[in-house]
T-cell receptor, first 115, second 113 residues
Framework: NAGVTQTPKFQVLKTGQSMTLQCAQD?????MYWYRQDPGMGLRLIYY???????DKGEVPNGYNVSRLNKREFSLRLESAAPSQTSVYFC??????????????FGSGTRLTVV | GESVGLHLPTLSVQEGDNSIINCAYS??????FIWYKQESGKGPQFIID?????DKRQGQRVTVLLNKTVKHLSLQIAATQPGDSAVYFC????????????FGSGTRLQVQP
């Protein structure tokens, strides 16, 4: 099925460990995004990539790095996980680049717990 | 900074009634708005969008109203069904440098059978 695929779906890390969240889309979308969602809150933008080869910081980029590997894939890396990074992480993609962002297609999320 | 907000954290309605979910935004530079539905354990799902040059847009059983004078956005769901139970988010696109959506904190809609 076409869409956005995130792996893994669940992960438990110890404080200080590192990991990479993977995201891939098969809709030939130009733009990709990483958001985090904390309990009872909306989504906050971590990083985004308006087009292949570009990445930009969002609202809450500290503690994260990203790589736009190719047009399909956009990964999020936690170099040294902290309990404050316990959250549900969503990847999304959209056709549009530029100011006209269009609607997003979201993945099903990665639930990360840092102990 | 400016952000999107919602008036009601939880809305409970009877099956068959109409639902209205409200959202206040504070960034007058926003030029595009979207409503998303999120069911438990899933990612947000696009419902309907509206651009700032419009004040109303209709879809299947849903209508979005935009009042730029008071910076208010609403989602109306007609004949609410149990399957409409979810958290609803509004999102806005700032017509400025960051080319990504800013989301509100969400309203939970509970449909009573």
């Amino acid at each position: 099925n076409a869409g956005v695929t995130q792996t893994p779906k669940f992960q438990v890390l110890k404080t200080g460990q590192s990991m990479t969240l993977q995201c891939a889309q098969d809709m030939n979308h130009n733009s990709m995004y990483w958001y985090r969602q904390d309990p009872g809150m909306g989504l906050r933008l971590i990083y985004y990539s308006a087009s292949e080869g570009t990445t930009d910081k969002g609202e809450v980029p500290n503690g994260y790095n990203v790589s736009r590997l190719n047009k399909r894939e956009f990964s999020l890396r936690l170099e040294s996980a902290a309990p404050s990074q316990t959250s549900v992480y969503f990847c999304a993609s959209s056709e549009a680049e530029g100011a006209d962002v269009g609607g997003y297609t979201f993945g099903s999320g990665t639930r990360l717990t840092v102990v | 900074g400016e952000s999107v907000g919602l008036h009601l954290p939880t809305l409970s309605v009877q099956e068959g009634d109409n639902s209205i979910i409200n959202c206040a935004y504070s960034n007058s530079a926003s030029d595009y708005f979207i409503w998303y539905k999120q069911e438990s354990g899933k990612g947000p799902q696009f419902i309907i969008d509206i651009r700032s040059n419009m004040d109303k847009r209709q879809g299947q059983r849903v209508t979005v109203l935009l009042n730029k004078t008071v910076k208010h956005l609403s989602l109306q769901i007609a004949a609410t069904q149990p399957g409409d139970s979810a958290v609803y988010f509004c999102a806005e696109n700032w017509n400025t440098g960051r080319r990504a959506l800013t989301f509100g904190s969400g309203t939970r809609l509970q449909v009573q059978p």
